[in-house]
């Protein structure tokens, strides 16, 4: 991620300087892609471990350049935005509450809840990914959130695992796919 945006030759380091990118940033991402997690299948890698995200893919097309980077950015369940003549990468991963809420720091002691309606709860994922073990083709994962199938029925949708090769990492994008689904 870093070398496609800071090299001159194929990378926008022409545009870019390395000062604009928080590169500290990345490498809090990249320890937290590399922590080693079940592979879901309990075969190969490192007893039945891989890292929690990886990414192999070919660029062969042009693209425009914020496209190919928050593509890659997904790769990691991130996105990248510019301000003020920097590049910022973030992550969605597990942190420490920012803020809690309780009465004392509430005005009038009201709460305002939303949900979504139950027509828009979607409880199945499909995850595309390429298959290694059949020459890289197209393959999909289903991943169902059991409880919401139980409370709001089959409600399908599909998601693409951009440079995943691992069966074990479409799983995890198709759950945390689902868990956003639930709990946003």
């Known amino acids: 991620f870093y070398d496609l945006i800071t090299n001159k030759r194929y990378g926008l380091g022409e ?14 991402i990249a320890k ?5 997690v079940d592979n879901g299948t309990g075969e190969a890698g490192l007893d039945g471990k891989e890292p929690r ?8 097309t042009q693209e425009e350049a914020f496209t ?3 593509n890659l950015a ?7 935005y510019w301000m003020s003549g920097k590049i910022f990468p973030v992550q969605d991963k597990p942190k420490s509450a920012i803020q809690l809420f309780t009465n004392a720091n509430v005005l009038n002691g009201l709460f305002t809840y939303s ?3 139950k027509g828009q709860r ?15 083709r197209p393959a999909t994962e289903t991943v169902e959130d059991t409880a919401g199938v139980i409370r709001f029925g089959v409600r399908e949708f599909d998601v693409g695992a951009f440079a995943c ?3 074990g990492q479409a799983y995890r994008v198709g759950k945390w796919s689902l868990l956003s689904e639930r709990l946003e």
């Open 15 to 28: 545009y870019v300087s390395e000062s604009s990118l928080d590169k500290w940033t990345l490498y809090q």
């Open 32 to 36: 937290y892609c590399d922590e080693l």
């Open 165 to 167: 090769t691992s069966r």
């Open 74 to 80: 997904s790769v990691f369940r991130g996105i990248c």
């Open 68 to 70: 190919v980077i928050n």
């Open 115 to 117: 949900s979504t309606g």
């Open 122 to 136: 979607r409880t199945v994922c499909n995850v595309r990914w390429n298959d290694p073990e059949d020459f890289f």
């Open 53 to 60: 995200f990886a990414c192999n893919l070919f660029l062969t």
